[in-house]
């Protein structure tokens, strides 16, 4: 029994100095000795432990884990090692205990966030399937609608319809908890946010709770999906609300901190650095540890008949992760809650006192000559003046035979902007035609705000004749304008041919579909290989491509890579259901490309490619 | 004498928790047919632990009223469990042995 290595002297010293709670234990259990370090672990004085009935600790292997509790409810988690010994010459036992609740919590935390990354991934791949099958069921649909005169089938297809954008509601919602969601982060000020937000805060909260901010002074900016933000700030008021069904109060503080190294040790997947910290407070009904452990979770509610839906809390997790932040929850039952959200400050955010300035982008400027046919003198001004604003020479005309008039007498007219409606019997459209026919090469530009229908021609849209609807914004006409004017002007008369490299056969159908009606012709390819041998086959044939990002052979980026390397000018679109936050961003310096979210409607389809003037 | 009661100390659902029930039901199984257990949270019954002056957890007691046992620990190692309680295992046969008292 005895391992008398040591004499019980050198015991005795090793035992004093050492830096775990040591106990020596008689053969029924009882404290015969505590040494100094025992007292951090149990709370008590060593003394006070001589003679308590702890037990034997009968250990099978090295080491064995046990809870410690010290007085007032504590527990420490700690590892027990036991030896035989001798004390006072008889058989006892030597209990060696260390304090272990450290590296507990963090295998907690560990083996917490693989199993968020495990939902995530599960939920992801749903959300992503759902999505493309959305796309086609709300196309199909919106065709149906288009084309039925009957009018109870049209009542049904409106149900359907709704149904289906809820369903892509509800996949959004997954997708953000999967922290897939396409984000379009922007320098944004949280203080602002937040200031913006109060009044629909406090209309959420209702006259029973108080709602107080506390907003810090100097504080950074963040670069995040703004749309994103106050939806998780409003899922933490809304969850304040139902915890405090007899009133209270809610508090909104937002405040710079800096996450230091130890923090960042102690908390998995989180970077040292500075950050912009938004609470959330109440005092309602708090949590238990067990509930706690499981309110990100998609679905998770204790809300009874229907209240919850539980994908508050995964939107406000998934959003936060997204943007490289980090949520910490902290709870009492019974008291309330406090939620933390921490966002990393904007980079190249230096100056924070700066006053927020509306980060927009330039406007699209020129110095070609446009004119404007527009009966309503007030439209007709203000897109004169904004355009002469943008370095535009322009003339003004209210209906179309004094627009031919201007036409006819200045030759540097290389722009027709128009109303579709205008007065004297001779549409934009018209105008439009007879316009190209006296001058060849002529840009048209027609406006309205009944899209469509009038200008597609047999279903096509006359070539040579781009539309932009009302109403429209200085910047968007400006925008517009540019990729007109700087369009190549040698296209081939005829439809446009379009490669669309999507795997999912039913999406190709559907996008074939979507652009038949407008007149463009498709090439369909299911992968990364088939889709460079039709582009090699027709380079120079090719008017756009359509690329869905996740292709089974190889991701779609490289695709575009691909066709990039060749033809720099191609208009490209990207098409993504689990679009990575970065997606857009990763484009952004694209210009002949955009990154379309599925699922989308055959307009927005159309839209796109209009935009680039395809 | 008969009705013996193992009282089992736990904290919350735990891994540790769960790991020493199932060894207390294994004790149960090889001990006499009537033996008694009883499983306490400290959790949700922190008076009891502290009645009991429970300072760490599990802690299987065995309240003789003579001589009370405790052990603590997951009770993974059954056999010197039975041991050190005084008990002796089932044969393999599965007759009950009579319970004998080891000697102080
Ligand atoms: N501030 C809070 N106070 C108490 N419990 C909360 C709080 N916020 C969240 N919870 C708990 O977390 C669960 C999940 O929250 P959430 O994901 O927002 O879904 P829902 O609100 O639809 O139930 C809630 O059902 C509730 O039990
Ligand atoms: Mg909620």
Redesign the interface.
């Known amino acids: 029994m005895a391992s008398a290595a040591f004499t019980e002297k050198e015991i005795r010293f090793l035992v004093e100095k050492n830096a775990d709670g040591i106990l020596v234990l008689d053969a029924?259990?009882i404290v015969l000795f505590a040494n100094p370090a025992s007292e951090q672990i149990?709370g008590r004085a060593p003394e006070s432990?001589i003679g308590?009935?702890?037990?034997?600790?009968?250990?099978?292997g090295d080491t064995?884990?046990?809870?410690?509790?010290k007085p007032g409810?504590k527990?420490v988690d700690?590892e027990?090692r036991v030896v035989d010994t001798y004390w006072d010459n008889r058989p006892a036992r030597l209990a060696s205990i260390r304090d272990i609740s450290r590296r507990k919590a963090q295998e907690e935390q560990l083996r917490h966030s693989s199993k968020m990354e495990a939902i995530g991934r599960l939920t992801a791949g749903i959300a992503h399937d759902f999505n493309n099958l959305l796309t086609v069921v709300l196309g199909n649909l919106e065709h149906a609608q288009r084309q039925t005169d009957d009018e109870r089938l049209a009542v049904a297809l409106d149900n359907a319809a709704h149904g289906a954008r809820l369903a892509a509601v509800l996949t959004e919602r997954l997708l953000a908890f999967a922290r897939k969601k396409p984000l379009e982060p922007k320098l944004v000020s949280p203080n602002s946010i937040v200031a913006g937000m109060s009044e629909l805060l406090q209309r959420t909260l209702g006259d029973t709770i108080n709602i107080r901010t506390v907003l810090a002074e100097d504080l950074h900016r963040v670069e995040v999906d703004q749309t994103e933000l106050e939806a998780a700030i409003l899922n933490l008021i809304v969850n304040a609300r139902d915890a405090m069904p007899s009133g209270g109060e809610v508090i909104v503080e937002t405040a710079n901190i800096e996450l230091d190294h130890a923090y960042a040790a102690r908390e998995t997947e989180i970077a040292p650095g500075p950050y912009v910290m938004i609470s959330v407070t109440d005092s309602g009904v708090g949590m238990s540890p067990e509930i706690l452990r499981q309110v990100f979770e998609p679905f998770f509610t204790t809300k009874e008949g229907g209240r919850g839906t539980g994908l508050g809390l995964s939107q406000v997790y998934g959003f936060v992760k997204q943007s490289g932040g980090h949520v910490k929850l902290y709870s009492e039952p019974g008291h309330g809650t406090i939620v933390k959200i921490y966002l990393p400050k904007a980079m190249g955010d230096p100056f924070s006192q700066e006053p927020s300035i509306e980060q927009t982008e330039p406007l699209s400027t020129g110095h070609e000559t446009i004119l404007i046919v527009e009966d309503d003198p007030d439209v007709r001004a203000y897109a004169a003046s904004g355009l002469r604003g943008l370095g535009y020479k322009v003339f003004e005309a209210g209906e179309a035979s004094s627009a031919l008039e201007i036409i006819e007498n200045e030759p540097t007219i290389q722009l027709l902007f128009t109303d579709l409606g205008l007065p004297g019997g001779m549409d934009g459209k018209a105008l439009a035609a007879c316009a190209q026919s006296m001058r060849e090469g002529l840009k048209v530009l027609i406006t309205t705000a009944y899209a469509g229908s009038a200008l597609v021609h047999e279903g096509r849209l006359d070539p040579g004749v781009d539309l932009l609807s009302k109403p429209f914004t200085l910047g968007s006409l400006g925008r517009r304008l540019r990729e007109i004017l700087d369009r190549r002007s040698s296209r081939k008369a005829g439809s446009a041919r379009v490669l669309v490299a999507e795997d999912e056969v039913l999406l190709r159908m559907f996008i074939a579909d979507s652009l038949a009606d407008h007149g463009y012709e498709l090439e369909q390819a299911g992968s990364c290989a088939e889709a460079m041998a039709k582009f090699r086959a027709l380079s120079g044939d090719l008017a756009a491509a359509i690329i869905d990002l996740g292709l089974p052979d190889r991701p779609g980026d490289e695709l575009v890579a691909e066709l990039r390397a060749v033809s720099p000018d191609l208009p490209i679109i990207v098409t993504t259901g689990l679009s990575q936050a970065d997606v857009a961003a990763r484009y952004v310096r694209d210009r002949r490309l955009r990154v379309l979210g599925k699922p989308f409607s055959p307009q927005a389809l159309v839209d796109a490619l209009r935009g680039l003037v395809v | 004498m008969s009705g013996f009661l193992l009282r089992l100390y736990i904290a919350g659902r735990s891994a540790i928790s769960q790991r020493a029930e199932q060894n207390l039901f294994q004790l149960q199984r090889l001990i006499e047919p009537d033996c008694k257990v009883e499983i306490i949270d400290v959790v949700t019954r922190p008076e009891l632990a502290e009645q009991a002056g429970i300072l760490a957890t599990p802690t299987l007691s065995y309240e003789h009223p003579e001589r009370p046992r405790r052990v603590i620990g997951d009770l993974s190692d059954t056999k010197r469990v039975l041991e050190f309680l005084g008990f002796r295992a089932q044969e393999k046969d599965g007759r009950a042995i009579e319970p004998k008292e080891k000697n102080a």
């Open positions: 029924e259990g149990f432990l308590s009935p702890i037990g034997v600790p009968l250990v099978s064995s884990e046990i809870v410690i509790h409810g527990h700690a027990i």
